[in-house]
């Protein structure tokens, strides 16, 4: 097993930046404290905790949208904080992420098409026709198809919105996906739909996942092995299929206990 993306001793504190503290050390939160982990290639590394335990921090990190206060990041051995931005470039075709809201991230006066297309102009791949070709391949990948190159925003359903989203992801044919929270805001019915296509997609394509949310029973269905965070820090790594074998963490098994009943099929 070989290690995609390895978080070495992260940690990031965020000052609160409001206008009426100007001292640092005022209400200073420290999002990710002394985190380590590591994404193995080719499973679907599952990250759970509730809200503001620093998932996204984590998530955002690795995208270089938050700049780490110390720590490494590497992905394939090479550390992005080390980067240039111009390297670290390069290495976001390989790595991208889906957003927990697909009403954000889709520029609602764009047509479907344009914002598939959008990562393969912005890296600059591709004839036009090439392009084109690409966005349907990548419209018919999330079980939609070429009608939909024209359509705007507004026309789509939330589930049909996350598909464009990952569509515009996997259009760059990414080794590595970050979801986050990229179920969280569909219904049950429709989160299950997306979260085959991501299975399927990540045969297709041997994509490796780390998925986010603060869902214990989604990541239990979707995940390999799960990471629990807490108040910025790892609780504990364990694989999904040993579950209900091994004695977990406290703060793991009261995320367990508030699962409600109905989703114990076991
Ligand atoms: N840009 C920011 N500025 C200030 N505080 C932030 C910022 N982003 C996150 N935080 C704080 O860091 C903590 C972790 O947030 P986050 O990573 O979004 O958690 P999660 O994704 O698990 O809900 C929270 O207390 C949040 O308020
Ligand atoms: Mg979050």
């Not at 759970?48 to 780490?68: C, D, F, H, Q, W």
């Not at 990541?219 to 074998?245: P, Q, S, T, W």
Request: glycine letters at 6%; aromatic letters at 8%; proline letters at 3%.
């Amino acid at each position: 097993m070989t290690v995609m993306l390895e978080i070495l001793n992260l940690s990031k504190t965020f000052s609160q930046s409001g206008a009426l503290f100007k001292s640092k050390a005022v209400n200073a939160t420290k999002a990710i404290d002394d985190l380590s982990f590591a994404i193995l290639r080719g499973e679907s590394f599952g990250l759970v905790g509730e809200s503001g335990s620093g998932k996204s921090t984590v998530a955002n990190s690795i995208m270089g949208l938050v700049n780490p206060d110390e720590g490494q990041i590497l992905f394939e051995g090479q550390d992005l904080l080390q980067m240039s931005q111009n390297e670290r470039r390069t290495i976001y075709q390989d790595m991208q992420m889906v957003f927990q809201d697909p009403y954000s991230t889709l520029d609602p006066k764009k047509t479907i098409g344009w914002s598939i297309m959008e990562p393969l102009t912005i890296h600059n791949l591709g004839t036009k026709e090439e392009r084109k070709e690409r966005v349907i391949q990548a419209l018919y990948d999330v079980e939609l198809d070429e009608t939909y190159y024209t359509r705007y925003p507004h026309e789509l359903s939330g589930g049909q919105r996350q598909r464009i989203a990952i569509a515009s992801t996997i259009i760059l044919k990414p080794k590595f996906l970050i979801i986050d929270e990229g179920v969280s805001s569909l219904d049950v019915s429709i989160q299950a739909a997306i979260l085959n296509l991501l299975n399927d997609l990540k045969e297709k394509y041997a994509l490796t996942y780390l998925f986010i949310s603060h869902d214990l029973n989604v990541i239990e269905y979707f995940c390999d092995r799960i990471a629990v965070m807490h108040h910025g820090k790892l609780v504990e790594v364990f694989n999904a299929i040993d579950e209900d074998k091994i004695e977990h963490q406290p703060y793991t098994q009261k995320l367990f206990d508030a699962i409600p009943p109905i989703y114990l099929n076991k």
